[in-house]
């Protein structure tokens, strides 16, 4: 199965916590009408306001490199390099069923 889900971590300079929550936001509906985004839900760490993660579901890889050439990606990621305290983060995870041996099955 090539399905997989993306954790994306971001934190923002002080004073750039709305602009990253209005940005990460904006995301969503270009991002779900995708062919192969199957979920994008960003979400605010409850003690670091300036935290944020987006959980993606993707259907492959290709959904997913298909993403990262889209004018929405891109502008986003302009914004990023200007509001961010550090680089973002990404950690690609796969469903415990979909693993054989503990080694991802792709």
């Not at 936001?25 to 987006?54: K, Q």
């Not at 890889?61 to 929405?72: E, I, M, P």
């Not at 990606?73 to 200007?82: M, P, T, Y």
């Amino acid at each position: 199965m090539s399905e997989f889900t993306l954790i994306a971590g971001f934190t923002a300079k002080p004073g750039h916590e709305q602009r990253l929550r209005d940005e990460l936001n904006a995301m969503i509906a270009p991002s779900l009408a995708e062919p192969g985004c199957l979920a994008y839900r960003p979400h605010v760490d409850a003690t670091h306001h300036n935290r944020m993660i987006i959980v993606e579901e993707w259907a492959s890889q290709a959904a997913l490199d298909h993403h990262f050439t889209t004018a929405h990606f891109r502008h986003v990621a302009a914004v990023l390099d200007e509001i961010l305290a550090e680089p973002f983060t990404l950690a690609r995870l796969v469903r415990v069923d979909d693993c054989a041996g503990g080694r991802a099955v792709t």
